[in-house]
């Protein structure tokens, strides 16, 4: 089992930035792939960005590609996700989630364990 927790989420200003954080506990953080993903009201869940464990590749969602950057720190077993330039379409909760895979995972399905979500709220 991995535990995953977020924090960072907030209320902010367009344009403005936020940095998100996912620890984990439980099993090796480290042998596990990682993404960030978000829900906006209404909405299915969208894949936002992905790492793969060595933190060697990442992936972006075309809607946040050069304005998002996930990064990880295996030794504090800890997952990130800077946002800036952040627009209000970018409101959201935001989950991470782990899975067990050596490559860099796009899709939900493949991901083996979630956090509850973090709250970011972007204002116009």
């Known amino acids: 089992q991995v535990q995953l927790v977020e924090s960072g989420g907030g209320l902010v200003q367009a344009g403005g930035s936020l940095r998100l954080s996912c620890a984990a506990s439980?099993?090796?953080?480290?042998?596990?792939?990682m993404g960030w993903f978000r829900q906006a009201p209404g909405k299915e869940r969208e894949f936002v960005g992905a790492?793969?464990?060595?933190?060697?590749?990442?992936y972006y969602a075309d809607s946040v590609k050069g304005r998002f950057t996930i990064s990880r720190d295996n030794a504090k077993n800890t997952l990130y996700l800077q946002m800036n330039s952040l627009k209000p379409e970018d409101t959201a909760v935001y989950y991470c989630?782990?899975?067990?895979?050596?490559?860099?995972?796009?899709?939900?399905?493949?991901?083996?364990?979630w956090g509850q979500g973090t709250q970011v709220t972007v204002s116009s």
């Open positions: 790492i793969t464990w060595s933190g060697g590749n990442t």
């Open positions: 439980g099993r090796t953080f480290r042998n596990y792939s």
């Open positions: 989630a782990a899975a067990g895979r050596d490559y860099v995972v796009v899709r939900s399905w493949e991901y083996d364990y």
